[in-house]
């Protein structure tokens, strides 16, 4: 059964010129105990997804599609409703963990409010509870420590912080957004050693939203290739890094390869100009009239003229 299930979802937000579609026809499925990466560049709408899960889009976008949640469509849940699943069911870890915390809290205290938000007890009881979440992601000297404000963090220690927030109440779904971007490299293989092991432990289905692909073969089951505002290629991580079938996620693959670094040409389109046909068009070598012309469907898990298949 899948936890989660996102169908024909779109978002459009208003501008001078109308209507802009950030989101269009996206799907997805992660399975329970199971985890998916949604990678593609900055600026493809996948923090988009992620917020549209989570509820917490500005009051202002266009919402449609169906996002539903152990079989329930959250996209019609009451805000009171909503407030019950997100934070104690679903869960998020954002990019840039500074930002997220409060600097005139002390860490312990906003740890414990995510606690109490969901459970009545005890400021004594909570603080035990904190306590409890700081060891379980590796932050040392937890009764110390929990008394500290986040500048006196480091960036890792502070995206500790933040995992501990996350998996406070042991959530069916963990939503990670770029969680080691701000990162350096050992630190980063420490987040990623420390998500995959609470992973386990909890059971937790993981929806990993990053453009690094290395982490995302680390942590991910299958994977989702976004690219302005769509899904261009999905499946497992196995098949799609071996034998990538749409050209975007050829190039992604390439701008990494071993033999040297591939950028790929041009960049990601605005919302407000997309081209027509394949949107990918402008910067694929592969490139034929019909890519400039029409616009392709998802067939065989891979949104290409080009693909045999298709």
């Not at 500048?151 to 406070?168: K, N, P």
């Amino acid at each position: 059964m899948d936890l989660l299930r996102i169908s024909d979802l779109r978002v459009d937000f208003p501008a001078e010129a109308g209507l802009v579609r950030v989101l269009d026809g996206v799907g997805l499925e992660i399975k329970k105990g199971k985890s998916l990466c949604l990678v593609g560049e900055s600026g493809c709408g996948k923090t988009i997804v992620a917020l549209s899960i989570m509820r917490l889009l500005l009051e202002n976008a266009y919402v449609s599609g169906e996002i539903r949640f152990n079989g329930q469509d959250i996209l019609l849940l009451e805000e009171a409703e909503m407030r019950k699943i997100r934070g104690r069911e679903i869960a998020m870890i954002f990019e840039q963990p500074a930002t997220c915390l409060n600097p005139v809290f002390t860490v312990g205290d906003q740890i414990a409010g995510a606690v109490r938000a969901h459970e009545k007890c005890s400021r004594k009881e909570a603080r035990k509870r904190v306590i409890e979440l700081m060891e379980m992601v590796g932050i040392p000297s937890p009764r110390r420590r929990c008394d500290q404000y986040p500048h006196e963090f480091s960036g890792g220690m502070q995206q500790r912080v933040m995992i501990a927030i996350a998996l406070a109440f042991s959530p069916s779904l963990l939503i990670a957004d770029e969680p080691t971007t701000s990162l350096d490299v050992t630190i980063q293989a420490q987040i990623v050693e420390l998500l995959k092991a609470l992973i386990v432990e909890f059971n937790t289905s993981l929806l990993l939203i990053t453009h690094d692909l290395a982490i995302a073969a680390e942590l991910c089951d299958s994977v989702a290739v976004m690219y302005a505002g769509e899904i261009v290629e999905r499946g497992s991580v196995k098949e799609v890094f071996k034998n990538p079938k749409h050209p975007y996620t050829g190039a992604l693959l390439g701008a990494i390869s071993s033999d040297g670094f591939r950028p790929i040409k041009g960049s990601v389109p605005e919302f407000i100009r997309l081209p027509r046909g394949c949107r990918f068009h402008p910067r694929c070598s592969l490139s034929q009239d019909v890519c400039r012309h029409v616009s392709p469907k998802m067939r065989n898990g891979v949104r290409c003229h080009l693909w045999p298949e298709n």
